[in-house]
């Protein structure tokens, strides 16, 4: 096989194993996201329960940096505390560690299996939960397909010449070898994906157990830096965990690499196999950086602290928030002469409504949980920015009509100026419907029965997830995207039947909580109704255009 012939395989293999790994990890978040985030945003009150909720979820996202960014996000919000989001993020380093080791068996008899099933269980059905299972169990499929091509790929380095003189230079110069696991690794955007690759070319021989071990530090290290990079223009308060990590971990790589070049120690305790020594080095690396990190936490957090305080200031993470969105705008004025321009400009301004908008959905729940004035008030005051951005946006549009449109311009501009007022109107809902109700329960010290609040935070979660759906629809225009929010508001609507159902059914009981916070149950239900509603109308514009949407619910007479 040539070398060119070779690179085409492999990468095609690294490819189809990012994808799979992407592909199980949305499912996942899709199917299960809501539920997966309240358990860790319990889990995360305690240290050791923290540590071990990051590992499963990462073997469950099947990313360490996704488990980052959530926890930092959670502690960015003022939810969780730094120490605890640090230990999170070390449980999911170990949880990503343990799953390669997973996958480095040999699991080929489960690829037709998990494709076959994965494929059925998909076209079966419309429920969308299985939907996503399905998916999941063809991300799986694909993923261990992907590491049967990369094995396949990797068969005849065996005999090639050149393979060996850069194998023996990069044995001689262990730092540059290390600096090169951690860009390739950065570059995948996957630690996973980055040992699975080294673990193959050590199981063919190309790689030996010392070149290995320094390679996966490199990959630890290039690991660390992934989310910190892609929350750099967050606020301060929000790279605390994700910073933390890159201390703990990056420098860990470091140390690691001058003891092991240093000392030499002997690789034969990690396992008898090439390709077990590298696993195996990946994971007593970050079972050893969880182990210092216990003791060294607090030392780590008050350090990050340090670093971002430089911009942090004396704001709360939700005023950094806050001002960070009002910072920003992509409303240029120069832009108003190109009307095409223009409107993708509203676009990426209405896009970032969508965010401030989620962000306040996704929180209001949190604070029916665990309510103080404080956090009522801050996320009170995020209206105001959406209140802010909605007339910069209608301002703009009226300066666009000014210029000559076509008419499929000036039915865009119509859609976001739509868009526009129904996400102030999902604004005021949250703020003057959902925190008056947050308010009321933390006044009366009421709480919920257990049923009722599965049932509010399973209604809320898919109200959240519609919520994704739509603002993605916002870009994509997709009709299949339409066609699947506007089925959402029919089966929201029978949720939210059912839920009344059951309330009504506990009162008819005698439930004394249940009759204490009744109203505020059926009012939450009534306006997280309302909320979806709004945002499947987003889904219309783009199902009228396709010709997928009926005149009339009506039937004839």
Known sequence: MSGSVFFLHMAGAVALLLWATRMVRTGVERAYGGVLRQRLRRALTNPLMATTAGLLLAIALQSSTAVTLLV?????GGMVTGLSGILAVRGAEVGSALLVKILSYDLSLLVPVCLLAGTVIFLATERRSWRQAGRILVGIGLLLLSLEMMDAAAEPLRESRIVPLIVGYLSEDPVTAFFLAAVITYLFHSSIAAVLLLATFAARGVLSPELGIVMVLGVNLGSS?????????????YRVVPLGNLLMRGLGSVVLLVLFVYFNPPTSLLG???????IHAHIAFNVLILFAGIPLSRLILKATRGIVALSAGTKTPE????????????????????PAQALANVTREAVRMCETVEFMLRRVLELYEDPDKQSINALAALDDTVDKRHAAIKLYLARITEHGMSDEEASRCQELLGVCIKLEQ????????????????????LE??????????SLHASVLANARLAFNLLV??????ARQLVAEKDRLRDLERISSERHFDRLRRGSERSVETSSIHLDTIRDLKQINSLLATLAYPVLERHGMLSGTRLKSA
């Open 476 to 481: 994509t225009q997709d009709p299949e995207t």
């Open 72 to 76: 930092g996000s959670f502690a960015g």
């Open 225 to 237: 830096f992934i989310a910190p990079i892609l929350t750099r223009a967050a606020p301060p308060a």
């Open 319 to 338: 005023e950094e928030r806050r001002a960070a969105i009002e910072a920003t705008s992509a409303l240029d004025a120069a832009a108003l002469d190109n």
């Open 426 to 445: 999902v604004g005021d809902i949250i703020v003057r419907n959902l925190l008056s109700h947050v308010q009321k329960k933390m006044d009366r010290d």
């Open 448 to 457: 919920f029965t257990p049923e009722g609040w599965r049932e509010l935070s």
């Open 272 to 278: 008898s196999g090439t390709a077990d020594r590298v």
